[in-house]
């Protein structure tokens, strides 16, 4: 493959999109070389006013709307309608996260556009699919991070907390990304579009399997853990003796065995019956704790982790965010705001080796190119501002 050509060069994704979900798929799917045009209101995606945090931009906007196009539309007027149906017969993608129904009312229907397009791939992102009874309920992230359980199994022993993120809706956003390409693939073979739907409740509820299986299976879903796994010991902080967390995870009985005489230096841990494999330590991890923390607790944090890594145990430290901005393994990528601000974020964690490197792209202006899109899709006959 030369290092120019990417995987969705020519491909024209037309989006109705708002927030962070649609938009975050489409981000992703222009670095794979895909044209986004970002259909907007005259108010602008609500996005643009979360914060101020890119150099006086939206983070949130910043982050996942590089190298859009961006016209501004009122699809419910005659003119505009006929437009954005120009649009999306020329599109091979069509992406939209409104409230359910609001497309098909406005006469754009994952159903009818197929059926007018063949060839179209649809999705539709919502907060919980199309069930009437939960049709009109908003579904931003943080309420579906509670109401599918999430926020319920997150958080200290004590106390429930939020996901740090916005789990649901980056979710969503990269399972509909993954879905797209799989439609592409199959219209490679049958000459045919599809319709997907995804929704930010669903994806949530994929990623709830273990706990709900512990739930209707098993005796009990997990509780509340803190710095703790619920069915795996040990696997959770442990404070060492300059009050540093540190986080160690056992994954077999190697491991166990391992820690036990190269990191504690004490054997007959390993060799207590009540710690005889995960389950019993799970069960017993009130006792296993003790005896853990009256040896990590004589250790220096460097003198624990030196012996966790001679033992290839894995462990992790508790960083901040300050921690992550200086991490070592923090890939950079150079991005611009709608003002042409030079900012530095996370590059694409998809890595083609030999490509060169990207160019940098910048976020829209509310509007920037909606005269260069109408010029380049206008109807005959039709006259725009």
Same mark, same amino acid.
């Given at each position: 493959?030369?290092?120019?050509?990417?995987?969705?060069? $020519?491909?024209?994704?037309?989006?109705?999109?708002?927030?962070?979900?649609?938009?975050?798929?489409?981000?992703?799917?222009?670095?794979?070389?895909?044209?986004?045009?970002?259909?907007?209101?005259?108010?602008?995606?609500?996005?643009?006013?979360?914060?101020?945090?890119?150099?006086?931009?939206?983070?949130?906007?910043?982050?996942?709307?590089?190298?859009?196009?961006?016209?501004?539309?009122?699809?419910?007027?005659?003119?505009?309608?006929?437009?954005?149906?120009?649009?999306?017969?020329?599109?091979?993608?069509?992406?939209?996260?409104?409230?359910?129904?609001?497309?098909?009312?406005?006469?754009?229907?994952?159903?009818?556009?197929?059926?007018?397009?063949?060839?179209?791939?649809?999705?539709?992102?919502?907060?919980? $699919?199309?069930?009437?009874?939960?049709?009109?309920?908003?579904?931003?992230?943080?309420?579906?991070?509670?109401?599918?359980?999430?926020?319920?199994?997150?958080?200290?022993?004590?106390?429930?907390?939020?996901?740090?993120?916005?789990?649901?809706?980056?979710?969503?956003?990269?399972?509909?990304?993954?879905?797209?390409?799989?439609?592409?693939?199959?219209?490679?073979?049958?000459?045919? $579009?599809?319709?997907?739907?995804?929704?930010?409740?669903?994806?949530?509820?994929?990623?709830?399997?273990?706990?709900?299986?512990?739930?209707?299976?098993?005796?009990?879903?997990?509780?509340?853990?803190?710095?703790?796994?619920?069915?795996?010991?040990?696997?959770?902080?442990?404070?060492?003796?300059?009050?540093?967390?540190?986080?160690?995870?056992?994954?077999?009985?190697?491991?166990?065995?391992?820690?036990?005489?190269?990191?504690?230096?004490?054997?007959?841990?390993?060799?207590?019956?009540?710690?005889?494999?995960?389950?019993?330590?799970?069960?017993?991890?009130?006792?296993?704790?003790?005896?853990?923390?009256?040896?990590?607790?004589?250790?220096?944090?460097?003198?624990?982790?030196?012996?966790?890594?001679?033992?290839?145990?894995?462990?992790?430290?508790?960083?901040?965010?300050?921690?992550?901005?200086?991490?070592?393994?923090?890939?950079?990528?150079?991005?611009?705001?709608?003002?042409?601000?030079?900012?530095?974020?996370?590059?694409?964690?998809?890595?083609?080796?030999?490509?060169?490197?990207?160019?940098?792209?910048?976020?829209?202006?509310? $509007?920037?190119?909606?005269?260069?899109?109408?010029?380049?899709?206008?109807?005959?006959?039709?006259?725009?501002?």
């Amino acid at each position: 493959m030369k290092p120019s050509i990417k995987p969705l060069d $020519g491909c024209l994704i037309v989006s109705i999109e708002q927030a962070l979900a649609a938009p975050l798929c489409t981000a992703k799917l222009i670095e794979a070389g895909a044209r986004v045009i970002k259909v907007e209101r005259a108010s602008g995606d609500f996005s643009r006013g979360y914060d101020t945090a890119a150099k006086g931009e939206s983070s949130y906007f910043t982050w996942t709307n590089q190298g859009k196009q961006s016209i501004i539309l009122d699809f419910k007027a005659p003119a505009d309608k006929q437009f954005l149906e120009n649009m999306i017969s020329k599109a091979d993608i069509f992406i939209q996260n409104l409230a359910p129904g609001a497309m098909a009312r406005a006469g754009f229907s994952s159903k009818s556009l197929r059926n007018k397009y063949p060839k179209l791939i649809t999705c539709d992102i919502s907060g919980y $699919g199309e069930h009437d009874t939960l049709a009109e309920m908003k579904a931003y992230d943080f309420l579906v991070q509670a109401e599918c359980g999430l926020v319920g199994i997150s958080g200290g022993v004590n106390e429930i907390g939020r996901i740090g993120v916005s789990i649901c809706d980056i979710g969503a956003g990269m399972t509909a990304h993954a879905a797209i390409l799989e439609a592409i693939l199959l219209r490679e073979k049958t000459s045919l $579009g599809s319709s997907l739907k995804i929704s930010l409740f669903d994806v949530a509820a994929d990623w709830m399997a273990v706990p709900l299986i512990h739930n209707d299976y098993g005796k009990a879903a997990p509780v509340r853990q803190g710095l703790k796994h619920p069915t795996i010991a040990p696997y959770g902080a442990y404070k060492t003796l300059d009050n540093i967390d540190v986080i160690i995870s056992i994954q077999n009985e190697r491991e166990w065995h391992r820690f036990c005489k190269n990191v504690l230096k004490d054997d007959t841990i390993a060799k207590n019956i009540l710690f005889k494999n995960n389950n019993a330590r799970v069960k017993n991890y009130q006792l296993l704790d003790e005896h853990l923390n009256r040896i990590i607790h004589t250790l220096s944090s460097d003198e624990f982790q030196k012996r966790l890594t001679q033992s290839s145990i894995a462990f992790g430290r508790i960083n901040s965010v300050e921690d992550l901005s200086h991490h070592i393994a923090l890939r950079r990528k150079q991005v611009a705001n709608s003002n042409g601000d030079l900012l530095e974020i996370p590059a694409s964690p998809i890595r083609w080796v030999g490509r060169n490197p990207e160019a940098t792209m910048a976020a829209p202006k509310l $509007g920037e190119h909606s005269k260069q899109l109408r010029k380049e899709f206008e109807i005959l006959g039709a006259i725009y501002d």
